[in-house]
C-alpha cells in the first residue's frame, strides 16, 4: 500500500512540476538515468532533453494546463490518462490526448511511456524547430 502511495505521488509531482513548477526539479522527480519515450517518434528521450522540450512548449503558449487527470497505482508505478491543453499564442488550442505509464522506484520515476495524440504533439513548439 506505501509504494502505491509513494508511486501516486510521484505522478502528482511530476504533473504539477510540468504545469507550474521549475523545470529543472525534474532531474529530482525522475531517477538517475531515467528516460521517457514516445509513441510519436518511437524513441527514448534523456530527462535534460525531456526538460528542454517542456521549456520550449511552455514557453510557446499562454495556457499550459493538464485536464480531466485520471491517475491509477499500477504493480510497478502508475497509469495516468489526461489531455494537455496549450493555447498559443494566436488563440489557437492544442489539444493532446495522453497516456502514461510509469515505473516508480524509491519515490522516483525510472521510466515513462507516453502515448502522445500525434495530430496534436505535431504542432507544438518542439516539432517546428
Not at 511552455?58 to 489526461?82: K, N
Request: proline letters at 4%.
Amino acid at each position: 500500500m506505501m509504494e502505491n502511495r509513494e508511486a501516486l505521488a510521484a505522478g502528482q509531482r511530476l504533473f504539477d512540476t510540468e504545469q507550474n513548477g521549475d523545470l529543472t526539479d525534474l532531474h529530482d522527480i525522475f531517477a538517475p538515468g531515467a528516460q521517457v519515450w514516445h509513441n510519436t517518434d518511437d524513441r527514448l528521450t534523456d530527462i535534460p532533453t525531456t526538460i528542454a522540450n517542456l521549456e520550449k512548449i511552455r514557453g510557446s503558449a499562454r495556457r499550459f494546463e493538464y485536464v480531466d487527470i485520471r491517475r491509477r497505482p499500477t504493480p510497478d508505478g502508475f497509469v495516468q490518462q489526461h489531455m494537455l491543453v496549450v493555447e498559443m499564442p494566436d488563440g489557437r488550442a492544442i489539444m493532446d490526448r495522453c497516456c502514461c505509464i510509469c515505473i516508480v522506484k524509491d519515490g522516483r520515476i525510472e521510466r515513462m511511456d507516453a502515448y502522445h495524440d500525434s495530430a496534436a504533439t505535431g504542432a507544438m513548439a518542439h516539432k517546428r524547430a
